[in-house]
């Protein structure tokens, strides 16, 4: 087990933090990490409803105890997502890590993480 300022924030036993990939990152994927000791990162962009996706996070709760976070995606998109939804269910179901990736979060959604106390984290791509 690694002891650093990554591990401490995120409660992890790795400063290993699974990255996000479309169409991989399914709750499986996600526990996997987890479990293994990392911080897996469930896609919100995988799912076309809120709905469904509150059940990714419970199928991720089912399969892990551990820590993980959810990835709000704000690149650029064919079909819009609604973060503020996905945001809703994050904050219902208890998820404590929120990665933010492509463009800054909108600042009404910025005040919303802070106010749910959740862990954020912005991941910058190249």
């Not at 499986?28 to 799912?47: D, H, K, Q, R, W």
């Not at 709760?61 to 650029?76: E, G, H, Q, S, W």
């Not at 994050?90 to 998820?95: A, C, E, F, I």
Request: charged content about 20%; overall charge neutral; some cysteine.
């Amino acid at each position: 087990m690694f002891k650093t300022k990554v591990t401490e924030k995120l409660g992890i036993q790795y400063p290993i933090v699974g990255g996000t990939m479309m169409w991989v990152t399914t709750p499986e994927f996600t526990a996997a990490i987890s479990n293994a000791g990392g911080l897996g990162v469930l896609a919100s962009a995988l799912y076309k409803s809120a709905d469904a996706f509150a059940e990714a996070v419970d199928r991720l709760m089912d399969l892990t105890d551990k820590p993980f976070a959810v990835n709000l995606n704000f690149f650029p998109t064919m079909v819009p997502i609604d973060n503020s939804e996905y945001l809703e269910v994050m904050v219902r179901k208890g998820v404590k890590i929120v990665e933010t990736s492509g463009h800054h979060a909108p600042e009404e959604l910025c005040g919303r993480f802070k106010q749910a106390g959740l862990t954020w984290i912005h991941k910058c791509v190249g």
